[in-house]
């Protein structure tokens, strides 16, 4: 788990003692029996449903823009996802798409900086509200 976390998060959250804590709380949670199995289940449904009708309309609902304003937050150092293949995503996100790039964050925000997190989300809402 410590593996993991630390391979997908930025430095500053993985030198501190949250981090520490986390990896804790994750190593107890991958222990609940049947959280291995409903982990894995996006990529086993991802692989059959090529072939089932389920996955034809998922496809062609993905397709379309968002009809619903989005944000999208993302982490500068995130390694697995790329700020520009997130980018690259805009088209996808509709007309209504606000995009927010976290320095120094990896694959994690909700985890390395939630208070700022919290902030662009409440930011957004204001935005969506006024």
């Known amino acids: 788990m410590e593996t993991i976390l630390t391979a997908g998060s930025g430095r500053d959250w993985a030198a501190s003692a949250d981090f520490t804590e986390a990896v804790q709380q994750y190593r107890m949670a991958i222990r609940v029996p049947g959280v291995v199995h409903s982990a894995l289940e996006y990529f086993r449904w991802a692989a059959r449903s090529q072939l089932r009708a389920e996955g034809r309309r998922f496809a062609a609902a993905v397709a379309r823009p968002a009809a619903v304003p989005v944000l999208q937050v993302h982490g ?17 996100a509709g007309g209504d798409h606000r995009r927010h790039v976290l320095p120094g964050v990896g694959h994690f925000p909700h985890e390395e900086a939630s208070g700022l997190l919290d902030r662009v989300l409440a930011e957004f809402l204001e935005y969506r509200r006024g």
């Open 76 to 92: 500068a150092d995130d390694p697995w996802l790329l700020a520009s293949t997130a980018a690259a995503a805009a088209p996808w």
